[in-house]
T-cell receptor, first 114, second 116 residues
């Protein structure tokens, strides 16, 4: 069974602080993705990765960095968190060999920036 | 630019009824896929079905099927024999082959309530 896990599940941060969201997948998928979902809206792509050591900008990368130290792990980093980054963040993995294939999503991390 | 629109913010049905959820999209590419996901009340995203652009046959998976109108850039998700457990938010998402990233562009979703 494909599995994507995220930590923490909930996070409260202060404006200007550094936040790191972590994602782990046991699917042995090449591709990993970070999305954010604002209330009442669909998911939007922040960063993605094709494999260990690679990170690429998605549609809304400003204010975010990403790190892919291994096949299994993909982190999203907010160096200077702002209230506008309050959202639910989803990590996903996809096979990569077939970029058409469905993505498997983690349970989400609810981030509140005060 | 790619864009996905779900014009029905909400929908409802009675137990056992067939439900249709609509989605339209914009793309200039020939090869793409349209995915349907359901978001549970917990937030979990569950993959339901996808339609490749090059396949003229409407896809089916269990109680889910799609009506694909490529020339209109429109696709509908059809849920047969709806059940209260089908309640949740349904998202349509576009993936273009040309970008070769697997990136998904989502609509804003339709919140479905199935009444017992």
């Amino acid at each position: 069974e494909a599995a994507v896990t995220q930590s923490p599940r909930n996070k409260v941060a202060v404006t200007g602080g550094k936040v790191t969201l972590s994602c782990n997948q046991t699917n042995n998928h090449n591709n990993m993705y970070w999305y954010r979902q604002d209330t009442g809206h669909g998911l939007r792509l922040i960063h993605y990765s094709y494999g260990a050591g690679s990170t690429e900008k998605g549609d809304i990368p400003d204010g975010y960095k990403a790190s892919r130290p291994s096949q299994e792990n993909f982190s999203l980093i907010l160096e200077l968190a702002t209230p506008s980054q309050t959202s639910v963040y989803f990590c996903a993995s996809g096979p990569g060999l077939d970029n058409y294939a469905e993505q498997f999503f983690g349970p989400g991390t609810r981030l509140t920036v005060l | 630019a790619q864009r996905v629109t779900q014009v029905q913010p909400t929908g409802s049905s009675q137990w056992g009824e067939e439900v249709t959820l609509d989605c339209s999209y914009e793309t200039s590419e020939y090869f793409y896929r349209i995915f349907w996901y359901r978001q549970l009340f917990s937030g979990e995203m569950v993959f339901l079905i996808y339609q490749p652009s090059f396949d003229t046959q409407n896809q089916r998976s269990g109680r889910y099927s799609v009506v694909f109108q490529k020339s209109f850039k429109s696709i509908s998700l059809v849920i047969s024999a709806s059940q209260p457990e089908d309640s949740g938010t349904y998202f349509c998402a576009l993936s273009e082959l040309i970008t070769n990233t697997g990136k998904l562009t989502f609509g804003d979703g339709t919140v479905l309530t199935v009444k017992p």
